[in-house]
């Protein structure tokens, strides 16, 4: 696909409604697709945070497969996590919201593509998604059953972030099990920037979220 028919794409995205249904149904409500903002870390490069160092202030948090009720303690943790590590906000009738990292692209193809764009692989159009908790919800079972949370039940692979960004968070399933890791403040973090130069200078990511990266380290050096 071209730059100019990657914008094209990019300008018309909205929200998938079935990604929205199975958000629905996992518990939690769809709020907005959230502005690639020269402030807030990347979707891309907030998945990263698995590879930073424990000096950089990574904190990890794992469950084994055999655990009892796999599922339950993994959303029990993780709703700890989440509410201590500072990665939801609250509104004012006591909601609880964050940021998940989600494609927001849909599967067919915008009427306003060039012709023979069909034919290309078309990149992943990764978003921060604003969510709210609903009173039931359960992302290691059904979030992740349906594919918005995951690979499958007990399987997860999503990245989440505070509405500030300053706090990030990806979930992950490993050999001895599965969990999630989180850092503070991503735009100090050495790893996460590089990537984020690996990630503005490859033909491989979507234009616009190679253009975010750019933005988004050069806010941070401002800092």
């Known amino acids: ?12 995205i909205g929200f998938p409604r079935e990604s929205e249904d199975k958000l629905s149904r996992a518990g939690f409500k769809f709020l907005e697709v959230v502005e690639t903002r020269d402030d807030l870390v990347p979707c891309l490069v907030a998945r990263y945070v698995t590879y930073v160092q424990l000096e950089d202030g990574r904190w990890d948090v794992v469950i ?21 590590r500072g990665l939801f906000s609250t509104t004012s009738d006591g ?45 290691a079972g059904v979030g992740c059953a349906t594919g918005v949370f995951g690979a499958g039940e007990n399987n997860p692979t999503f990245c989440a972030a505070s509405s500030s960004g300053d706090v990030v ?8 099990g599965i969990g999630f890791t989180g850092a503070s403040r991503p735009d100090r973090i050495t790893a996460l920037r590089e990537h984020a130069h690996r990630i503005a200078s490859s033909d491989h990511v979507e234009l616009v979220q190679r253009q975010w990266a750019e933005r988004w380290l050069s806010w941070s050096q401002g800092r």
Request: aromatic share 10%; proline share 6%.
């Open 64 to 84: 084994k497969h055999d655990e009892p009720d796999l599922g339950a303690r993994f959303n029990a943790e993780w709703e700890r996590a989440a509410q201590e």
């Open 95 to 139: 909601r609880r919201e964050f940021l998940l990292g989600l494609d927001v692209s849909a599967d067919a193809p915008n009427a306003e593509d060039e012709p023979g764009d069909e034919d290309e692989e078309v990149p992943p159009s990764y978003r921060w998604v604003r969510v709210q908790l609903c009173d039931a919800w359960d992302v």
């Open 1 to 12: 696909m071209t730059a100019i028919s990657q914008e094209k794409r990019t300008m018309t």
């Open 169 to 176: 968070m990806t979930a992950s399933y490993w050999q001895v």
